[in-house]
């Protein structure tokens, strides 16, 4: 037993693992050889890198059981900078010995089984140093389990708490072990990372990535020696590799790889000696964040005398800018950036004490102070701003970028405290606006990097909101709202929840605009909380007492809280009975948008959205715009991870017509982050008044009186609450509100008060002439830090990776202008006097912009700077020197301004990227490699090559994709040179375009040169070289042009002008001539016989082609010699195209069939044409047998609708209106549409029409472009304008030419308007106007049985560039097709011709059909955002044949139809909102038509039916003091206006503030008012018509309703009361009369249920809610109806009575019963006392 026992105790002992945490014995000393690289390159080794190699002695000793010392000896560092294998580490001795002093002395740690503790440093060490030693460190890292040879756990290390696996490998044999881990950099619970700038990306921690932009591991290897002593570490290698592949793409990334080497050299007794200063603990392996964050991506600057080179830096930046140089202004702005974020306070203000006078300093001194974003320059602004050293323009432009560049800290923080009640800010409403929203923002910054953040910081916001309620201050209540909702704190909700009637019953008195305000400020809260804000949300969405609005924007919150899918679907589910249909189409609509979204970080929701829309039927999607919809365009790219979304919130409210708030916003997503880039939002109210007339005293009438006295009888009336006019608008950039406004009445008087003293506008005009007059000089200067971000995270070098960027900009204007008005602004001066003056202006304007970006990828400290670095520039530059002449009278205009002279840079891009290497120590040398090898690259030619063009074969449109039917004319200058030998990573391209009759050209420059030849990506791409220049530059010319004169003359003058400038130069004089020379000598200069006696040519051989290419078979986009646009060719080819049947046919058979249609003759297609025109008028004719329009009956009409509904849309033909009319020769243009129009009569008409306009009409408009010569006459180029308007024709040419020489290119452009049927139009240009041609077409006419508008596009020839822009229009245009919705189909059409076709289904949508020659794109039922009016089935040919005015008048008619229409007939009603529903005045009692319910009560209108007639109806209209009386009489309709009989010859006007005016109209009297809101009322006796203005919209009363578009709710009672049928909606109206004088009997009572026990067990008792009618005491009912009410139930015994009660308010409605409503009654006994 006992050997047993033995041998159990052995095998125990030989198996358990020995220690291999790495020990240092005490009193000995551990030599180690360290070396540490990093490099930056990219994956190919061919290009260039930069790295750094930090090489050292390593000692370590124990000095007791867990503290040791660590000391580096002798570290040397190398840089490289070039190329491998050919540039090697070049050693820094400086910066070497800079390094060697702060480790001269010994650190610190703690180390206990293989875990690196507490660090402890020199008190005077840089933090620099320190990470290098945790550099160090690290590498000793190591936990063992000692159960376990293969694990994984969370490791503390330089990175932070990252996930990290272990691989044990023991050789017990040889006592020796290998110890490999790894790290993943990128699944870390607490990682060292440092983001600046960034604090509004927001990232999204459970989002899945399918590729990260940033991707990092690290990798060690330990080898180990043990034995009984212990384990000593041998060696230890690290390797970290960082992918940052700023597109996310696979093969695109920037690679940064470390390495660290540990090797154990040898083993010394003697220990590290004692540190001589005292040590300072510094933490723990975590990396420590520290100077490098001072130092910006921009070269290092070394600081010896900072005053002194802060006074020198600003001198050179307004030294450079002043020269023009602000590209190195730029960059000096950058150095002074830096400089002030070292500097002290003291500093600052002896450098502004110095330059404070000097005026061009100051704004390169704030921009900078406020970009340093330093505690002392935040300090600094706020004392110079409270003591009044800035002015109102510097305070109003530094204060916002100064909250947003400055490092929120308690300092900082409690400096912008102190912002807030500083005097000088209260003063300015809009510098304190500034402050709060930016004190806001920075509470935001400061908390989403704090664990918790302090509520003593939200108390400055929480005192406002509070002492804006206690005042009732609206302004404030909005301030404090938009400033808390900066703030995003949690800690809010509560005072927030104090402005919502849902929470606070004394938020209801406020305004709506304050709700909505309290609302859109839970939206950042809920991105720490969206649990709360959801619920809060939700409630406000669900209170339906709340306006519409309010609602709206709670939706809009509710879903930026993502819900899950049972809110979702619950939200979708109230919306089934939601009584706003506002509401329920606004968020039906944000549901769909949100359900077709693609990106991936709201994929839950939209997939949330998708099913919950499955409970909601297809009847919101129906709704107009006049309904509040959201609109929404998103893309997202999965390759490249990243996307965007334009979403537009158009919220109506019930009074308007249009959008009254309007929110847009642009967010952007990259990879698992998302952010706010730009929001606006504009709210309006009772901007409608401003549509009307003013100062109309409507209270002072009787009509306001007699309302007033109404709503006493009106039970629970109330009139609307007044409302005054506002605009209010705020701005959100980057998710954060940085200004707000409100403008009213009062506001724009202030405004023009403080301008000008006075609040009437033409002392505005005055002042603004005067200021004129007395020129404008000056030079402006406005640099911006546009923005700073940086990401920064450790290496295990102990060095920091940063990824930077910074950009800047700098605007400049210089301008010098003198302006003479003749005569001179006088004391009584009228702006109509400026129509009669003359102005001599001479400029001088150089505005400048420069826009500079640096991104860094590599280690950025303030001792070195290794890595790329990329410079990105854009410039813009130029001069506009000239001076001008104004004669207003004459109506003449002349500008000269001086030639090209020498070459100038106009505007220019330009990036670069760089391998970079700089130190400290040497500042002056640093290393810089362009990323490709230097080789050698051949030089532009200086040659100008002259480009040609060749014909290319016919293709399918996704090859080609465009006519090459073209042949260039003119020449264009051009030089190219591309260098294959270097696999085309060299290039450069000039264009060029020559004008030489002004002695100038124009040019844009390119060139690139990259490593895209290795991998083709984005990033390889990016890194290398690109410039492009837009260049102005001289062209020599035999003549010496002294200036450049561009003059216009417009009026009778015009022709004499032309003459004037050709004869000028010339021995001719310019004598005065009759208009026949006048005429004469015009066609000549402008060469216009030459130009028709082309176009004769022309067309003769034009008939002659066309007979030829009928029958033959042109293939897509051939190249023809000749034109071929006639009619038959255009229409046959349509023809052919449109027949073809969809079915599988072969593609030679389609090119077959069309070639036979095309040689049909005119005959067949005249007889399918009418064929088709009578299928058109059997299906109108089809609708409807009773109709009695005059529409024509057509026999076939099952068999064509039942054709017409198996067609598709693209095979359906468009049937101009007017076949007959022609139109007339334009230029000989020779478009067409499908109908055979060119019939002998019809030429003969159009021949006899003058082709030249100026043979019977002089020029309205002459200009001419010349450059005058020294010695000879002028060139240049001149135009003429002639119009010919006639009662059903309108015509437009214009001619344009060279001024002088044998050159006789020109263009000619000719429009005609036929009636209202057609607009065609042509251009042509070249040799006399005969080289290009262009032609359009507008026409209306039917598609199928609808109304639709043809726009054809036909083409002859036309130059390169414009082929080529069409051709990568049509390269994505399928694409964009697809997005959009639309269908496409490949189908062959005319090769030349373009159709597009609108036809007008519903007045509510339309399909779409666009014809190109080898693609039709087409879709159907496109909803219009407002109807128009015209009925789907309505043939176009029997619309009113009117002039082409009627065009003009299409906005007119679309405008009626927005405005209200009600009618009411004996039994029949339709309210504004479009709501019939049948009902039957009682007799003798007056209904409320419709009134005006605003502040105003403007007018009123009743009705009511007579006794003694069943049928005609009477009316009583209320206007101003006119009371008006319509009725019948012995069948006549009678007229009283006042109780007097009117006369009988009508017209009748009035003579009050406001129009009204009384007229006959058919067989009735028409009533017009549009000042008070009625534009018209119709009466005949039988019917009653009314149409109010849009601006009435949700301001009326009565049976027709409120005009609010709510039609689930259009059955309101005077109390605002949803009533439960027609019959109580009516007779709430029913205006109640004294029994005893008036003839109307009945009276509004509540009633008590006849069957009070069968709703309960219980018996009870019920009443009526609202009143029922009821006929007066001592009168019977002859006559009920039933209707439906809401009953009060309350217990028998109950002491509820109805004694005296007219309404039952505020009671539950408990059951809905029918009751009886008395509608005649009967008196048998005196009602009156007598």
């Known amino acids: 037993m006992k050997g047993l026992i033995l041998t159990l105790v052995f095998a125990l002992v030989e198996g358990q693992k020995q220690d291999l945490e790495p020990v240092f014995h005490m009193g000995k000393t551990y030599l180690y050889s360290y070396e540490s690289i990093i490099v930056h390159e990219l994956p190919e080794r061919r290009l260039a890198m930069a790295g750094v190699r930090l090489a050292s002695k390593v000692e370590i000793s124990r000095v007791s059981d867990s503290d040791h010392l660590l000391q580096i000896r002798s570290p040397k560092l190398e840089e490289h900078n070039g190329f491998l294998p050919t540039d090697s580490f070049t050693p820094s001795s400086r910066l070497s010995e800079t390094i060697a002093a702060c480790l001269s002395q010994p650190f610190k740690f703690e180390y206990t089984e293989g875990r690196v503790g ?41 990175e932070g708490i990252c996930q990290t696996r272990y691989i044990i490998q023991d050789d017990s044999n040889n006592n020796r072990a290998t110890i490999s881990k790894s790290k993943d950099l990128m699944d870390c619970q607490d990682k060292a990372v440092k983001n600046l700038g960034m604090a509004y990306i927001r990232p999204c921690p459970t989002c899945p990535l399918k590729a990260r932009n940033i991707k990092g591991t690290a990798t060690f290897t330990y080898k180990m020696k043990y034995d009984d002593s212990g384990t000593s570490l041998t060696s230890a290698m690290s390797d970290q590799v960082y992918e940052i592949s700023p597109f996310n793409e696979p093969n695109g990334a920037i690679v940064m790889e470390a390495r660290q080497e540990l090797s154990l050299v040898g083993v010394k007794r003697p220990p590290i000696s004692a540190p001589t200063s005292r040590l300072q603990k510094q933490g723990s392996l975590r990396y420590h964040f520290s100077g490098e964050l001072l130092q910006m991506p921009i070269p290092l600057i070394r600081i010896k005398n900072l005053d002194l080179q802060l006074t020198e830096t600003l001198r050179q930046l307004v030294q450079n800018n002043e020269k023009g140089d602000t590209k190195e202004a730029s960059a000096k702005f950058l150095q002074m950036v830096q400089l002030f974020r070292v500097a002290t306070l003291d500093q600052i203000n002896s450098l502004w004490l110095h330059f404070v006078n000097e005026l061009p300093y100051r704004p390169w001194f704030l921009s900078a102070i406020y970009a340093a974003g330093a505690t002392d320059t935040f300090r600094f602004l706020k004392q110079k701003i409270h003591d009044g050293k800035l002015n109102i323009w510097e305070v109003s432009v530094t204060l916002p970028l100064a909250f947003y560049f400055v490092t929120p800290n308690k300092q900082t923080l409690e400096i912008a405290s102190t912002f807030l009640t500083c005097p000088q800010i209260q003063k300015v409403l809009i510098h304190r606006i500034i402050v709060y929203l930016g004190y806001g923002s920075m509470v935001n910054k400061y908390c989403a990097q704090a664990l918790l953040c302090p509520n003593e910081l939200l108390q400055p916001l929480h005192d406002l909101a509070t002492e804006a309620i206690s005042k009732g201050d609206a302004k404030d209540m909005s301030l404090a709202l938009k400033a808390m909702g900066n703030a995003g704190e949690p800690a809010s909700v509560k005072r927030i929840l104090k402005f919502l009637p849902t929470f606070s ?174 929001e606006v939002a504009f709210r309006s109210q009772s901007l409608t008044k401003f549509m009307r007339k003013q100062n109309i005293p409507f209270a002072e009438y009787d009509t306001y009186k007699t309302l007033k006295e109404l709503g006493k009888s009106l039970l629970g009336w109330k009139e609307l609450p007044p409302e005054d006019p506002l605009v209010s608008a705020y701005i959100k950039v980057l998710g954060q509100e940085i200004a707000f406004a409100d403008i009213d009445k009062d506001a724009i008087q202030q405004m023009m008060m403080s301008l000008t003293g006075s609040s009437d506008w033409q002392p505005v005009v005055k002042k603004v002439v005067e200021e004129v007059q007395r020129g404008i000089s000056g030079r402006w200067t406005l640099p911006v830090m546009v923005g700073e971000m940086r990401h920064i995270v450790p290496t295990i070098a102990g060095l920091p990776l940063e990824l930077g960027l910074c950009a800047a900009t700098v605007a400049q204007a210089a301008a010098d202008v003198d302006v003479k008005v003749s005569p001179p602004v006088s004391d009584n001066f009228r702006p109509s006097q400026l129509w009669e003056s003359k102005m001599d202006i001479h400029a001088d ?383 000989n243009i020779s478009i067409s549409s499908s109908s055979s129009s060119d019939s002998d009569e019809d030429i003969s008409r159009a021949m006899s029409q003058p082709r030249f306009l100026g043979d019977s009409k002089p020029p309205i408009l002459a200009a001419v472009l010349r450059a005058i010569n020294r010695n000879k006459q002028p060139t240049g180029l001149q135009l003429v304008l002639y119009t010919d308007t006639q009662p059903k024709r309108w015509r437009i040419q214009m001619f344009g030419s060279t001024i002088t020489g044998p050159d006789r290119w020109k263009f000619c452009a000719d429009a005609l308007v036929i009636n209202y049927r057609k607009v065609s139009g042509s251009l042509k240009w070249g040799k006399d106007c005969q080289d290009y041609h262009i032609a359009t077409q507008i026409a209306t006419g039917q598609f199928a049985a609808y109304p639709a508008m043809q726009m054809k596009l036909e083409w002859l020839k036309v130059p390169s560039i414009i082929r080529t822009t069409a051709r990568w229009f049509y390269s994505f245009l399928p694409g964009a097709a697809y997005v959009l919705g639309f269908s496409q189909r490949q189908q062959l059409g005319p090769s030349h011709q373009a159709t597009l076709v609108l036809a007008l289904t519903s007045p509510r949508t339309c399909d779409v059909v666009l014809k190109l020659p080898e693609l039709t794109i087409y879709n159907t039922a496109i909803s219009l955002p407002l109807p128009v009016p015209s009925h789907p089935r309505t043939l176009t040919s029997t619309l009113p ?63 009511k039916r007579s006794e003694k007639s069943a049928d005609p109806i009477a009316i009583n209209v209320r206007l101003a003091s006119h009371e008006i009386d319509m009725y019948v009489s012995n069948g006549l309709i009678q007229l009283k206006i006042n109780g007097v009989q009117a006369p009988r010859d009508l017209p009748y006007t009035s003579n009050s503030d406001g129009s009204l005016l009384i007229s006959s109209e058919k067989k009735g009297l028409a009533l017009k008012a549009p000042d008070y809101g009625i534009d018209k009322l119709y009466y005949d006796g039988h019917r009653l018509e009314i149409q109010v203005a849009f601006w009435m919209a949700g301001k009326t009363c009565g049976i027709c309703g409120k005009y609010d578009a709510e039609v689930e709710r259009e059955y309101k009672t005077p109390s605002g009361y949803l009533a439960k049928d027609a019959a109580s909606f009516g007779h709430s109206w029913i205006v109640s009369e004294n029994p005893c004088t008036g003839a109307c009997k009945l009276e509004h009572r509540p009633v008590k249920s006849e069957r009070p026990g069968s709703f309960e067990k219980t018996a009870e008792k019920c009443f009526s809610v609202e009143p029922v009618l009821r006929c007066v005491h001592g009168c019977s009912a002859t006559e009920t109806v039933p209707v439906s009410v809401s009953l009060h139930c309350v217990p028998v015994d109950s002491s509820l009575r109805l004694d005296g009660q007219p309404r039952l308010d505020r009671k539950s409605e408990d059951v809905v019963a029918s009751v009886p409503a008395e509608t005649a009654c009967s008196c048998r006994r005196q009602l009156c006392p007598a």
Not at 526 to 539: H, S
Not at 570 to 587: D, I, K, W
Not at 1488 to 1501: G, R
């Open 118 to 158: 507490s660090i402890f440093a020199p008190e005077d060490c840089p933090i620099l140093c320190t990470n290098l030693v945790r550099g160090v460190l690290n590498l000793l890292q190591i936990t063992i389990k000692k159960s376990q040879n293969v694990y994984e756990l969370q490791e503390a290390g330089i």
């Open 505 to 678: 019953l004394a938020a209801a008195s406020l305004p709506n605009r304050i709700h909505a305000d309290a609302v859109l400020a839970l939206r950042k809260i809920a991105r720490k909380d969206p649990a709360k804000v959801r619920e809060i949300t939700l409630q406000v969405f669900m209170d339906t007492t709340l306006a519409p609005n309010v609602r709206m924007v709670a939706c809009v919150v509710l879903f930026e809280t993502k819900p899950a899918l049972p809110t979702v679907a619950a939200l979708a589910t109230s919306l089934l009975t939601e009584p706003s249909l506002q509401v329920a189409s606004f968020a039906y609509s944000h549901m769909k948008t949100l359900a077709a979204g693609k990106i991936p970080q709201l994929h839950k929701l939209s997939a949330a959205c998708n099913i919950a829309m499955k409970f909601l039927g297809p009847r919101l999607d129906r709704l107009s715009y006049r309904y509040s919809k959201v609109i929404q365009i998103s893309d997202y790219s999965s390759q490249y991870q990243a996307g965007a979304i334009w979403r537009v919130y158009l919220m109506n409210s019930p009074s308007t017509m249009f959008p009254s708030d309007i929110i847009t916003k642009v967010r952007g997503y990259y990879a698992n982050t998302a952010m706010d880039i730009i």
């Open 845 to 1227: 304007i150089r505005p400048k912009a420069y826009f500079h970006i640096i991104a860094m990828m590599g280690i950025n400290t303030q001792y070195f700077q290794s890595g790329f670095e990329l410079h990105a520039e854009f410039s813009a530059n130029t001069t506009m020197k000239f001076d001008a002449r104004l004669n207003m009278k004459e109506k003449n205009l002349k500008i000269e301004t001086l030639p090209c002279h020498q070459e100038a840079e106009l505007a220019a891009v330009r990036s670069e990227v760089y391998a970079i290497s700089r130190n400290m120590e040497e500042v002056d040398s640093e290393k810089k490699s362009q990323i490709l090898p230097k080789g050698k690259i051949p030089s532009i030619s200086d040659q100008l090559l002259q480009s040609t063009e060749g014909s290319s074969k016919p293709a399918s449109w996704k090859q080609t994709s465009i006519p090459n039917a073209i042949s260039k004319r003119h020449q264009q200058s051009s030089e190219e040179v591309q260098h294959n030998s270097a696999r085309r990573r060299f290039y450069a391209h000039r264009f060029c375009k020559k004008f030489e009759s002004l002695g100038c050209s124009t040019c844009l420059s390119l060139k690139s040169q990259n490593s895209a030849f290795l991998r083709n990506t984005y990033l390889h791409k990016l890194f290398g070289e690109f410039e492009a220049r837009v260049i102005l530059k001289p062209v020599h010319t035999d003549a010496d042009i002294e200036k450049i004169q561009l003059e216009v003359q417009a009026g009778s003058k015009a022709a004499s002008k032309i003459i004037e400038v050709s004869s000028s130069g010339s021995k001719e004089e310019g004598e005065t001539s009759p208009y026949e020379d006048i005429k004469a000598k015009l066609k000549k200069i402008l060469g216009i016989e030459n130009v028709f006696t082309a176009a004769n040519k022309t067309r003769r051989r034009t008939k002659r082609i066309n007979r030829e290419y009928q029958t033959a078979d042109t293939g897509l986009w051939a190249e023809s010699s000749t034109p071929h646009l006639s009619r038959s060719s255009s229409s046959s080819a349509a023809s052919s195209a449109d027949s073809r049947e969809p079915g599988n046919h072969h593609r030679k058979d389609e090119i077959k069939q069309s070639g036979k249609k095309r040689g049909s003759k005119s005959s067949s297609r005249s007889s399918s044409e009418s064929s088709a025109s009578s299928r058109v008028c059997s299906s109108s004719s089809s609708s409807s047998q009773d109709d009695n329009s005059g529409d024509r009956h057509c026999s076939g009409d099952s068999e064509y609708s039942n054709q017409l509904a198996n067609t598709p849309v693209y095979q359906l033909l468009f049937k101009p209106e007017d076949e007959q009319d022609t139109g007339g020769e334009i230029l």
């Open 1441 to 1503: 044949s009117s002039d082409w005015k009627v065009f003009s008048q299409a906005t007119l008619t679309i405008l009626e139809s927005l405005k209200g229409h009600c009618t009411v007939s004996q039994n029949k009603i339709t309210t504004f909102n479009g709501v019939e529903f049948n009902y039957a005045m009682p007799v003798n009692c007056y209904h409320v038509v419709v009134h005006d319910c605003s502040p105003e009560l403007k007018f009123l209108v009743m009705g």
